[in-house]
């Protein structure tokens, strides 16, 4: 498999197809992985016809798909966005198929939705984020991002996101990095709010704004920071 | 003294005398209190100077001064805006003076300053608000709003606040007629993110917050949720 810039391991929820998608119509070479390789093409094949309805077939950086194993090692950022009950045995499965120089980015969230509610069922290690980067090797730089965004929207390609994202990481330089990759999306500006210790914050703030969304019984709550140039 | 709609314990720091502003600009009826009358009554008269400033004499509702037990036991909503610090010992010493029917509005979080960067110190009870609501009598209900509202822009009475507050509470009936109060006041729209288990996370957006402007070399970063009706 060619190299990307980003890969996602098992990227075929709705999380991932719609960064997917957001991101290939920037321009970023994306690979989606899965178990199966088949099952990613088949995620993929429909992404691309979803895209490419969107700007035409010669304006889109087509998504590659593959298995997990050939993306995690062939991509320069690896995103994790399965549900967070599966985020521990992935990360596991998977720690030893970075190649140096990889960047690890954390996009899931310790969430459990009951009767009406949605709650973060905070780790002990204090945070979803914290947990999986003792499970990660140490040579690998972990940056968190994309929490708080609403697949929704990010799946909804025909609208702007319009919205920040919340982005942290303890390595300076992995982070400035993702940032710039992340700029490359219209409409979605990324902010620095520092180190992994951020991450309990930025899990709660998902459950904060899925909860809006239920009271004013909406699918795109999303934050946005006013106030700054 | 006369019965006010809003109460500041010990209101003459930046946030209370912001929000005394913003609220009696808004034609609320508002009391700001210290422990000395005489100290309140000084910072009342600067605040009324600058309200009348904004707006004309005759059409401000002008704010009044008083020691800070006539003020919470003659007051709708409580607020307190001390730093966390003096939280507990200013609850502690006030708690009693409570009338029947009165709502205590939490508006501290127990940040530290620190080497450029600020940091949440999370209470042992999981927030400050939590730590609070243990002290003040059950019979009080608990809320807590305006905890991620700079206060150089609730200062700057001539620019609108043009953002989001969190809400919270147990008790439903007391979160609703508070939301109804903060709705009062232009371009500042209150956003109910369920009961006092969401203290932490919003504590939490305050420090974010911080973090964002010190970044970004601005004093008035502020949260706004896009995508809901």
Do not use: W
């Amino acid at each position: 498999m060619a190299e990307t810039e980003i890969g996602f391991i098992s990227g075929t929820g709705p999380q991932g197809r719609g960064l997917a998608m957001r991101f290939a119509l920037a321009g970023v070479r994306v690979a989606v992985g899965s178990r199966q390789a088949e099952r990613a093409q088949a995620t993929v094949d429909e992404l691309n016809g979803l895209a490419a309805a969107q700007v035409g077939q010669g304006n889109l950086q087509p998504i590659v798909a593959g298995e997990n194993h050939a993306v995690v090692s062939g991509s320069r950022f690896v995103m994790l966005t399965v549900p967070f009950e599966h985020a521990a045995d992935t990360v596991r499965g998977y720690k030893d198929s970075f190649r140096e120089g990889s960047v690890f980015v954390d996009v899931t969230v310790p969430l459990q939705f009951g009767k009406g509610d949605v709650q973060v069922v905070v780790p002990s290690q204090g945070s979803g984020s914290r947990q999986l980067r003792g499970i990660l090797p140490e040579s690998v730089p972990f940056t968190g991002a994309f929490k708080t965004l609403p697949a929704h929207v990010l799946e909804d390609i025909a609208s702007p996101m319009d919205c920040d994202t919340f982005v942290f990481g303890d390595n300076r330089e992995a982070k400035q990095q993702l940032m710039e990759l992340i700029r490359r999306v219209p409409s979605l500006r990324p902010l620095d709010v520092g180190g992994i210790s951020a991450a309990a914050t930025v899990e709660g703030m998902t459950a904060l704004v899925i909860r809006i969304n239920r009271k004013q019984k909406s699918q795109a709550a999303r934050f946005r920071v006013a106030g700054i140039p």
